[in-house]
């Protein structure tokens, strides 16, 4: 399956059939600080994402600010 | 995993409040926590008109659609910053949102007004970059504001910058800024408006899922000069510390709003002045703007 991530955007492939939790847990990334994006949805962690699906993992941090 | 109010399908869960929301009732829980900040803190009523300062960004678009939605008088503020492609993409997001939203929009230009870009600010200052961002951003939004006779600024400051801007105001003890940590400052001089933060309730992901979800179009790119931002490093901090105990955050900010800062803002009185320069207000003779601006004019 495709992973868009941002800042920079980028695409990486990684495996699916696993929910979203396990993929954030490989691509070593803090639940909490993104959006997954599932086509024009927003899906939970627990959900099942297959190999033709795309995602994007969008940050939601923003930052600065003194 | 089901919503916590019908038990459809969820499309978020809010850790911290063990729940989960379709996106209906979780926009209904969002504007509801907007509702509530304002009540507890009598941030505005409907008859004043409210300056709501946008940057772009999810945090500040998401707070005014909120607050168009709930028939608030307001009117955009824009700062201009001058931060190359950023700040020329950021202000055509608050255009298009105010266009299509029939709001009025104020574009004032930072360069204009202290006599050069942000970029130039931070090279001919010893100040890191947002530093002299943020103070000019807080000096002009109080001057538009009185100028236009608007009695309110509201910010989209949320959850996650108010508790790391408490944490690094806590690493350092800073006397100073504890007690003017507050939703709501009220006018403590005729010069001053009132400073509200409206989202200071909602998690930076739940304005983000607020902004995903109304379909704002927002900048998603950072400003560059935010790589490195200490407050940046507290959020990361205070984001793991969060990942193993939801609702941390939550405790750290809202006990200290409850608890602690009452007693910070006794031992924290101080006498203001007109600065001698602009007439705008200051704890000191001339203001930090002031100050800031002569120090862009020498060297810029």
Not at chain 1, 38 to 46: K, N, S, Y
Not at chain 2, 98 to 114: F, T
Not at chain 2, 195 to 205: D, G, M, Q
Request: with cysteine.
């Amino acid at each position: 399956m495709k992973v868009i991530l941002r800042n920079p955007r980028r695409e990486i492939e990684v495996a699916g059939g696993r929910r979203v939790k396990d993929v954030l847990r490989a691509l070593d990334i803090v639940p909490e600080t993104v959006l997954v994006i599932r086509g024009d949805d927003l899906i939970t962690a627990d959900q099942v994402v297959r190999d033709d699906d795309v995602i994007e993992l969008r940050p939601v941090m923003s930052g600065g600010g003194a | 995993m089901k919503c916590r109010k019908c038990g459809e399908a969820a499309v978020l869960e809010l850790r911290r409040h063990n729940a989960a929301f379709c996106a209906p009732d979780f926009l209904e829980f969002f504007r509801n926590q907007v509702r509530e900040a304002i009540r507890k803190y009598r941030m505005f009523t409907r008859d004043e008109p409210v300056l709501v300062a946008v940057s772009g960004g999810k945090d500040s678009l998401a707070l005014w659609d909120v607050l168009i939605d709930e028939d608030y008088r307001t009117t955009g503020l824009y700062l201009d910053l001058g931060i190359y492609d950023y700040s020329v993409e950021s202000k055509a997001k608050c255009e298009t949102f105010a266009a299509a939203h029939g709001v009025p929009l104020i574009v004032v230009s930072v360069a204009d007004a202290v006599g050069a870009p942000v970029p130039i600010i931070q090279s001919v200052t010893r100040r890191p970059p947002c530093s002299g961002c943020g103070l000019s951003k807080r000096y002009l939004m109080n001057r538009v504001a009185l100028e236009r006779g608007m009695p309110v600024v509201a910010t989209g400051h949320n959850l996650d910058d108010e508790a790391a801007t408490l944490f690094g105001s806590v690493l350092h003890w800073q006397m100073d800024a504890l007690p003017r940590q507050s939703p709501a400052l009220p006018s403590t001089h005729a010069k001053l408006v009132r400073r509200v933060k409206p989202l200071y309730r909602l998690s930076e992901r739940e304005t983000a899922a607020y902004a995903f979800l109304r379909r704002i179009d927002y900048i998603l790119e950072e400003c560059p000069f935010a790589k490195g931002a200490t407050s940046i490093t507290h959020k990361e901090i205070l984001g793991r510390l969060e990942d193993v105990s939801p609702g941390a955050k939550h405790n750290f900010l809202f006990g200290f709003l409850e608890k602690a800062r009452p007693a910070f803002e006794r031992a924290g009185a101080v006498t203001l002045n007109e600065c001698a320069r602009c007439g705008q207000v200051t704890s000191g003779t001339v203001c930090a703007f002031c100050k800031l601006a002569d120090q862009v004019k020498r060297r810029a």
